[in-house]
């Protein structure tokens, strides 16, 4: 019989999450449990070898027992993630052993689930399962509609892209300039920031961990770009706080994430608030989900930019097992850590593999 | 021939305005000039006669010399203000003595300036040139797009309305209920309150001032009326913040004021701004005078609101000279300090007379 590893919510953390497990007060533990088999389904239900799982900023809110968009996980709850894998094992007519699927998996090694909560992918040509989790899949699908619904940009915009090396981030960049806009990318290195101008084709990188930051992002979007037309918002904080005082009449703000906040149980707050009437702008929160109605349509958008050679994805794989670990799915609380710290570039992910 | 007093900036107030005239650090002071006459009008100018200045939050931003929606008011310049006044003599083919307008006449009693940045006003029936400064002018105006425009208020919609016994607040109030909706409005007094639920037909009416206010405010928009749809902002600040916890999915945000943040150099900046993520929250800024090419139809409609008993209007008339003034216009810095210590009901002008 085979074992799953499940990687579930032991303690709520109060600030960053404590990665390292089999601690007094670890955030996740490690359960390994027998895998179900054709014997456990019901009607309807499904099993999914997962072969990635997805490491989201998102998550932290998942942990917090606050109203949300989506219930906190519970204790005991395996981690809410996304993830791809194959099916095994199906009671559902739409699927069928072999088949390659997307959904919320869960950080686990073997997902049983209604069939209605996965969706069957093709492999489009010259990609892989893993774009199910990129371009194609939720990190895309944000920046698809963040980029065109909420901030609405049009050709000769001036864009800022915060978080601009991250998975959403990065391809808010490349979408940003396929639609003829001036992109001012932020992050948090000199490499990514190459990486964005070299490989990205962002106008402007400015990493805001250089002593001079401040300066240099005011003097760049004031003075030489004439002010800002839109954002796409990753990090919160502080330099939302600058962004603020960078605003075009009518800016428009799509905020899709704080993730330099996500672990502050005091954020300092957004002290330039009040330039939003000045500047008429909007800052305007979304949720990727308020648009499932609309994925197909953006994935298919998507899947041509991808063949056509005009959107780069990167990846960041985790497929290492930590010492005395019996998979990589151990790896996943180090690595959603290693995301806030900022060390991916691009969309990170864990192999799964026991 | 007779005189002019004008209320002019002499120094930019850092914190709150020095009100107080003839001292070394005062904000303004007052100048008696020769007014103008028939002799030094030139092509298409106007005398006005000026009856009534307002009194506006926003003229504390006026006075701040930072980039914004209007440039900041210059040392020695006249303060910018809304006024209604009597046309006395006119070079403007429009125009003709005995005319009553509205315009930026500025805080003095004689205005000289060109005919085209004024409107002629009739008098509708019930009403007073007053009703221009109030619902028929900017605060009506502002009140009026912030409701439908920006917050796009429907029936049934729980709505906040902040600084809600102010000039705009009172009518935006008024307006969300015109339109079917629950109303929580918040002030700064026990008699505010009694006005705004037994004169302006609020549904509740919370007092910022009681020392359970926080508690009392987040138990009814949560609790009783299970969040907030929209809400029309006039204070910032703490209140803000509070709201910001207070949110259902999609709230939209008109934000118009923040009369409790302008007074200070170092706003605490607004903490819990993540629920507009997990909310899909809107906050937008607005300024009515991007709606100009549309006030005609809106003064109309709150004319036609006015004559039906539906609207109320409630002027806090300023007419007291301070000792040795040579006329009320000095009353103005004084009044202003009034209106942001929240000390007025309803619209406050000041009525120009020496």
Request: with cysteine; aromatic share 8%.
């Amino acid at each position: 019989m085979s074992q799953n590893t499940q990687i579930v919510l032991r303690e709520r953390p109060t600030a960053s999450i404590v990665d390292a497990m089999g601690q007094s007060d670890s955030t996740f533990e490690a359960k390994h449990i027998a895998a179900a088999t054709a014997a456990d389904l019901k009607e309807g239900e499904v099993i999914v070898k997962v072969e990635y799982v997805s490491l989201d900023p998102a998550m932290r809110g998942w942990l917090r027992d606050a109203r949300s968009y989506l219930p906190p996980v519970q204790i005991g709850e395996v981690m809410r993630a996304f993830g791809v894998g194959t099916v095994v094992e199906s009671n559902f007519p739409g699927l069928a052993k072999g088949d390659q699927v997307a959904g919320t998996l869960g950080w686990q090694s073997i997902a049983k689930l209604h069939g209605r909560f996965l969706e069957k992918k093709q492999i489009y040509p010259g990609g892989s399962i893993l774009d199910f989790l990129g371009p194609l899949g939720m990190s895309g699908q944000t920046a698809y509609w963040g980029i065109f619904d909420v901030a609405k940009i049009k050709a000769g915009d001036v864009v800022v892209v915060t978080g601009a090396a991250g998975s959403v981030g990065s391809i808010a960049v490349q979408l940003a300039k396929l639609q003829g806009c001036k992109v001012i990318a932020i992050a948090g290195s000199d490499d990514k920031c190459t990486w964005l101008k070299q490989q990205l084709g962002a106008d402007e990188a400015l990493n805001y961990k250089s002593p001079t930051f401040k300066a240099d992002y005011r003097q760049m979007a004031q003075k030489k770009y004439g002010y800002i037309d839109a954002v796409f918002e990753n990090v919160g904080g502080e330099i939302l706080d600058l962004t603020l005082l960078c605003l075009k009449p009518h800016a428009r703000i799509a905020f899709c994430g704080a993730i330099s906040d996500y672990n502050n149980p005091k954020p300092q707050g957004l002290k330039n608030y009040q330039t939003l009437i000045a500047m008429r702008g909007k800052l305007e929160g979304f949720i990727v989900m308020d648009y499932a109605d609309r994925y197909a349509h953006a994935e298919k958008q998507m899947a041509q930019w991808l063949a056509d050679g005009k959107l780069a994805r990167k990846f960041h794989v985790v497929d290492h097992k930590l010492p005395n670990a019996t998979s990589t799915l151990e790896s996943c609380p180090q690595a959603l850590n290693d995301l806030f710290a900022g060390k991916n570039v691009g969309k990170m992910v864990v192999k799964v593999q026991s």
